[in-house]
C-alpha cells in the first residue's frame, strides 16, 4: 500500500514541475510578443491581475513562503 501511495506521489509532483515549467514559458512568451499570442497571451495580464490583488503583504508572504520551504527541503535532502 505504501508503494502505490508513492508512485501515485510522485506522479502527482511529476506533474506539478511540468505545469510550473509551462506556466514559466507561458510568462516568459507574453513577456516576448506580447499579449496577441495565442495560448500565452494573457498568462501575464492574469499573474499581474493576481500580484495586485494580493499587493505588497501578499508578496511579502508567498516569498517568505518560499524561502522556508526550500531551507526545509535543503535541510531533508
Do not use: H
Amino acid at each position: 500500500m505504501t508503494d502505490i501511495i508513492n508512485r501515485i506521489s510522485r506522479v502527482l509532483w511529476d506533474i506539478t514541475k511540468f505545469l510550473g515549467l509551462i506556466v514559466a514559458v507561458a510568462i516568459l512568451v507574453s513577456m516576448l510578443f506580447g499579449s496577441n499570442v495565442p495560448f500565452f497571451g494573457g498568462v501575464l495580464d492574469n499573474t499581474q491581475i493576481i500580484m495586485e490583488t494580493l499587493g505588497s503583504e501578499g508578496l511579502g508572504l508567498i516569498i517568505a513562503i518560499i524561502i522556508i520551504l526550500s531551507v526545509w527541503n535543503s535541510r531533508s535532502n
